[in-house]
């Protein structure tokens, strides 16, 4: 894909996350992904958990559901960023008790550290969309304490529709009731992939698990380290 | 599973290959088996070469095509092993230049070391079939050398029918031309049970390649080393 062209579709990517803020504080809220309701939410808390950080970054926190299901358990001092402005004030305004940054994939990658550093754990749930992923994680890893990890979900091989090979998509949240959702461009990636990704990014995958819900594979979840640590 | 059981499949999956021998070498030879055709034999042949190894130990080799193709570019002194009699029988009438060895799951897990050690390369071209991988693994993971590989090619989870979960199925070969086939029990294994298979086993996973054909992934191929090494 020419360079232009795949940087229209992260402007658009980043840009209909404003757009479906208030639809998708609403979807999340209301438990209207079924996937999640059936087991991607509760794989990727119960992850976090069983590593007890001390410190989280969660990052694509959307309207932060993610730091108040953690919170409920453990005590953990967190700090959940996303792109969209709008739903960073969803988040606080949810529990304003947590860190919140209004920060962009784009801010990632120019100025992580800014978020400071020693994270137990850094968490992607869905949060990965962009074409370069590589990069992004490149500039999370030295934010990660020594024993810390990374979590990432994302969607499964067998929950693909269509060719099985990296690319741009387009979710057009058809399956959400409701009127003005504002098509997402997302960029899919195989298992391939992932590993080089995570192997590009000096990233070491420690577990990969994949949840489960009527012997249908919900989503893949992985978890790294440091290969430096 | 009961004990008993499992037993009973893996005498039925190892009985199933003498039985096979002959219709399994004809439909190899003459190319009857769509995906081999479409990339996985050129996928673990190159993955193979490309690590150049001067000793090599095909495991479940069959009518031993693989070593064939191989010595057809590398000089490569070669192990070639199978539990069934008549498939060696076929491997050695084939090209008598090669070591065989008639050898079992069984008489891996019992005496492994006999093979030697010192492998640059240790290959499982679809032939992980049985319940215990991990301990198969296990088992053979002392005759790599320093930089030795474990290469395993298996089945991609897109390209499963029925339910994904860990389990005993049937292959029927009923895609296969002519009778007299006999029914092989085989383990499928996802794609999280492999990574905690190889986990068990003490390896770590360095690449993991999904070979392709018309949009659609053929297979799963791992490259292994030991983690000790």
Chains 1, 2 share one sequence.
């Not at 059936?38 to 993610?66: F, M, Q, S, Y």
């Not at 992607?124 to 979900?153: C, H, K, M, W």
């Amino acid at each position: 894909m020419a360079r232009n062209c795949r940087k229209d579709r992260s402007k658009a990517l980043a840009g209909s996350w404003d757009k479906n803020a208030g639809n998708w504080a609403r979807a999340v809220r209301d438990g209207l992904i079924p996937s999640r309701r059936a087991g991607t939410d509760e794989a990727i808390v119960n992850a976090i958990l069983a590593h007890k950080p001390a410190r989280l970054l969660d990052v694509g926190c959307g309207e932060g559901w993610l730091i108040r299901r953690v919170a409920q358990s453990i005590d953990c001092q967190a700090l959940s960023i996303d792109g969209s402005a709008a739903l960073i004030a969803d988040a606080r305004q949810a529990d304003p008790r947590h860190a919140y940054r209004v920060f962009a994939y784009a801010d990632l990658i120019e100025d992580a550290k800014s978020l400071g550093t020693g994270f137990d754990a850094i968490v992607f749930n869905y949060a990965i969309l962009d074409e370069d992923a590589a990069r992004l994680l490149t500039s999370v890893e030295p934010l990660l304490a020594p024993e810390g990890r990374i979590f990432i979900q994302t969607l499964h091989p067998r929950a693909l529709d269509g060719p099985y090979r990296d690319g741009w998509r387009t979710e057009d949240f058809a399956a959400f009731a409701g009127p003005g959702w504002e098509p997402m461009p997302w960029y899919f990636r195989t298992v391939e992939s992932w590993h080089e990704t995570l192997r590009d990014a000096g990233l070491v995958l420690l577990d990969l698990t994949e949840p489960m819900a009527d012997g249908r594979p919900l989503s893949l979840l992985m978890t790294c380290k440091s290969l430096k640590r």
